[in-house]
T-cell receptor, first 112, second 110 residues
Framework: NAGVTQTPKFQVLKTGQSMTLQCAQD?????MYWYRQDPGMGLRLIYY???????DKGEVPNGYNVSRLNKREFSLRLESAAPSQTSVYFC???????????FGPGTRLLVL | EDQVTQSPEALRLQEGESSSLNCSYT??????LFWYRQDPGKGPEFLFT???AGEEKEKERLKATLTKKESFLHITAPKPEDSATYLC???????????FGEGTQLTVNP
């Protein structure tokens, strides 16, 4: 089992460009999450999906959209990237909400 | 508002020098407390889940304990490979998301 996988590993964007971060899990988990990690701020939840077909805002959703494509895949889209979105993005999954979350390796995003 | 505070921010130990990391929390109702390890450039790796005061869990040189206001991660006779950032997070009865602390960066020198 690969667990949680994320693509790409690293990306450089110019301000105003758009991109989609991909996440997939092979653990048959129902719930999936997107976090960003910034120095001095810890891990902050952007969006989550309790189950296939549902998505909800987390702590810092502005500037992002998500799609729960199917039970395995959960994507994060930046429609118009801003320098403030420079961060490391982690996807996670859990069997159900509030159970142990398992994280992917992260995507490092630099917005110039 | 739920809060999680980890201390110290950074800790430097000699190999074999045991110590403890602290995670204190202020929450409306605790549903679970989680410890993760994060290596540079990697995602957080799950270590332990604790659910109630008095609970303890062990894995190799690590032991996690929980009281009503804080959790400790005890590291016994650490090795250089234990160097990492250790993150604490809580699930509460009032919400559906994890609240993370900022972590303790542990360095173990040979």
């Amino acid at each position: 089992n690969a667990g949680v996988t994320q693509t790409p590993k690293f990306q450089v964007l110019k301000t105003g460009q758009s991109m989609t971060l991909q996440c997939a899990q092979d653990m048959n988990h129902n719930s999936m999450y997107w976090y960003r990690q910034d120095p001095g701020m810890g891990l902050r939840l952007i969006y989550y999906s309790a189950s296939e077909g549902t998505t909800d805002k987390g702590e810092v959703p502005n500037g992002y959209n998500v799609s729960r494509l199917n039970k395995r895949e959960f994507s994060l889209r930046l429609e118009s990237a801003a320098p403030s979105q420079t961060s490391v993005y982690f996807c996670a999954s859990s069997r159900v909400l509030q159970e142990t979350q398992y994280f992917g390796p992260g995507t490092r995003l630099l917005v110039l | 508002e739920d809060q999680v505070t980890q201390s110290p921010e950074a800790l430097r130990l000699q190999e074999g020098e045991s110590s403890s990391l602290n995670c204190s929390y202020t929450v409306s109702g605790l549903r679970g407390l989680f410890w993760y390890r994060q290596d540079p450039g990697k995602g957080p790796e799950f270590l332990f889940t604790l659910y109630s005061a008095g609970e303890e869990k062990e894995k190799e040189r690590l032991k996690a304990t929980l009281t009503k206001k804080e959790s400790f991660l005890h590291i016994t006779a650490p090795k250089p490979e234990d160097s990492a950032t250790y993150l604490c997070a809580v699930h509460t009865t009032s919400g559906s998301r994890l609240t993370f602390g900022e972590g303790t960066q542990l360095t173990v020198n040979p």
